[in-house]
């Protein structure tokens, strides 16, 4: 399941994610129906990052997004993976 749209912008991201994402609907760490793949305190940290930004859960992983684009994606343990878009500016 994602929340994230799906924009052209966002496919990639949307394809390697969906490979990653495994349903779930019960247990501790379940994340918008399927499991969480990074640590929880990394989605309250995306949530702090960026306040005026939503945060939709894309296949068990928090994603920061503006304008319904990707920007930050919170994978593993403690890695942010950062979405690079040449000569654009991100705004909320």
């Given at each position: 399941?994602?929340?994230?749209?799906?924009?052209?912008?966002?496919?990639?991201?949307?394809?390697?994610?969906?490979?990653?994402?495994?349903?779930?609907?019960?247990?501790?760490?379940?994340y918008e129906g399927c499991e969480l793949h990074t640590h929880?305190?990394?989605?309250?940290?995306l949530?702090?990052?960026a306040p005026q930004w939503p945060v939709p859960a894309t296949f068990g992983m928090p994603v920061l997004a503006t304008k319904g684009i990707a920007a930050v994606v919170g994978w593993g343990k403690w890695?942010?993976?950062?979405?690079?878009?040449p000569n654009r500016r991100l705004s909320p």
């Open positions: 399941m994602t929340l994230l749209p799906n924009l052209p912008q966002n496919t990639v991201l949307r394809d390697l994610l969906r490979q990653q994402g495994v349903p779930q609907e019960r247990g501790a760490y379940v929880p305190d990394l989605v309250e940290r949530e702090d990052l890695a942010c993976c950062w979405c690079v878009f």
